[in-house]
Structures are given as C-alpha cells and as structure tokens.
C-alpha cells in the first residue's frame, strides 16, 4: 500500500507582501469589524453581502489586532472551488475532483512568525517549541515558527482570536476558484514561486521571511502557499474522506489518529508543491518542517 509509506515519511519529515490597497484596509477592534466605507467588505448595516465580488487583483486585507500585535489576513469570499485531484496522485486520498462550497472566511496572508509566536509564549508562559533556541529574534522574527505540534498551532490561533483552518478553506485560500494546480498558476513553481528543494537543515537561516515570494503567491493575494514550512489545519485525516464528503463546508471526519498537514516545506521536492496534496501527521509531532497558518469566521 501506498498510504503506509506515504504515512510513515510524513511523520519522520512532513515530506521533507501583499501591498494593502488603501480602500481595502480594515481592522478587526473591539470584537467587531471596522470598514473603509469604499471597501467591498459587507458592512455592519448590510449594504452588500459576504458574497460581494471584486477584481480579483485587489484581495481585501484585514488587520488583526492582538494585545498591541497586528497581523495581516486576506478575505476569501463564499462560493464554490474545485477541491482535490482526478486521480490521488499524493497516495493520500486527494482523489477526486469535487466542487465545494465555503462561506466566507479570513486566512492569514503570512505563516505565523517567530515575533509573533515570541509573544504567544510570553503572554501563556507556554513552553517553547522545538528548535526555539536556534532562532534569534533580531534576525529570524519575520521567519515562520517551526516546531510546533498541532496542539501548538491550536492554541496559538486561539490565542490570536482565530482558528485553524479547515482543510476545505486552506486548499481553497491557496488555489482560487479556477482549478489551478499551484498557487502562483499551472506550471511548477520555482525558487522564483517558493522555498523548496533545500535538502538539508541549516538554522533558521533555512527559512525564508514570510512574504518573500511575490510570484507565488494565491489569487487571495496570500503568501507562502507552499513551501518554507507545511502548515497544521483543524481536520483530521481519511483518506477516503473526498468521496463522501458534504458538498458545503465539509468540517473533516469526527474522529482520527492523524491530523492533515498542507502546504509543503523547504525540504520538499516539487511533486509535493501542488494546493492539492495531502500531508498528515500525530498531534504530538513536532519537527523543523511544520508551521502555523490561521483563519477566522468574519463576524
């Protein structure tokens, strides 16, 4: 069987800026949504709806606001996508191609950073993540966070006001609603698109800072989609989940052993770079290939 294999690489080694438009800025305070009275995001007193479109070269960009910590997060608004693959090429269960359909919701545009993550750990006095002390902040803040568990990556989204996204919303957020195969189009990307390929870690120098690669990011306008480091999602895995699995926002099975990981790391090879491929991983896992993305259900 393919899936064994496959399940064991994964647990040893996971597989080995977007320019905020001025009409577009808004804020998350006070619970609430502020807007830019021109921003095609729906407003508090429902002039125009979730499912309002716009050019698709403008993403809307949202502030999140956390204990004096501000980061950044693009808006995907509802609608369908196609989700998975014609065949399961990964060997994990990406098979098949089915439409989807998700209400809207905000994704991080940057992988979760050492500064950021720094200042999770002083607020909970959590203990650190693996490989913590490698990391110098003066150097390596705008780097992504690696070694964190799932437990990890949960708690820090929640600290954060957020969540985890749904494997549904990651895969969605990182190819649009053309059925493109990568982030950044149809062709593979290259160290022009993405961090991949290293094979070999050295320090966080390894990683790149978030936001890096302009060519390869999303149609939502969100960076680092795949490669630097796989990124932890809510769902558990099965995989065989695709062929039953809701046609409106599908939540993931009710239970599991393994959770889903996306999004591929500086150590893989290109194969792994598609939005469709599948990762997993124990919630315990931790390494120096995996990170944090956040998402949020707009209030």
């Given at each position: 069987m393919v899936l064994p294999i496959i399940m064991l690489a994964t647990l040893l080694i996971l597989h080995g800026t977007v320019s905020p438009v001025a009409a577009q800025q808004t804020a998350f305070v006070a619970g609430g949504l502020a807007r830019d009275a021109r921003s095609p995001l729906w407003a508090m007193g429902g002039e125009t709806s979730p499912t309002a479109q716009w050019p698709k070269d403008l993403p809307v960009i949202a502030k999140n606001e956390k204990d004096g910590m501000t980061d950044t997060m693009a808006l995907v608004p509802a609608g369908e996508f196609l989700m998975g693959s014609q065949t399961d090429e990964g060997g994990n269960g990406e098979d098949p191609l089915h439409r989807v359909y998700l209400d809207a919701f905000f994704v991080d545009v940057y992988e979760v950073t050492v500064a950021l993550f720094a200042r999770f750990l002083e607020a909970t006095g959590q203990a650190p993540p693996d490989k913590w002390g490698e990391a110098d902040p003066a150097v390596d803040g705008n780097r992504p966070v690696i070694g964190v568990t799932w437990y990890d990556a949960d708690a820090y989204c929640r600290w954060a006001g957020k969540r985890l996204p749904t494997e549904a919303e990651w895969e969605k957020a990182a190819r649009g609603t053309d059925g493109r195969l990568y982030p950044g189009g149809e062709e593979p990307p290259t160290e022009r698109h993405a961090n991949f390929?290293?094979?070999?870690?050295?320090?966080?120098?390894?990683?790149?800072?978030?936001?890096?690669?302009?060519?390869?990011?999303?149609?939502?306008?969100?960076?680092?989609?795949?490669?630097?480091?796989?990124?932890?999602?809510?769902?558990?895995?099965d995989g065989a989940y695709y062929r039953n699995s809701p046609h409106q926002n599908p939540q993931g099975p009710p239970d599991g052993l393994l959770k889903v990981v996306r999004g591929a790391s500086w150590f893989s090879q290109p194969q792994v770079t598609r939005a469709a491929f599948r990762g997993l991983g124990l919630r315990r896992h931790w390494d120096n290939k995996t990170g944090i993305r956040c998402a949020r259900t707009p209030p």
């Open positions: 390929g290293t094979p070999f870690w050295d320090g966080y120098a390894t990683l790149s800072a978030v936001g890096s690669y302009e060519r390869g990011k999303s149609p939502y306008g969100v960076y680092d989609m795949v490669g630097n480091v796989w990124e932890w999602v809510a769902d558990w895995y």
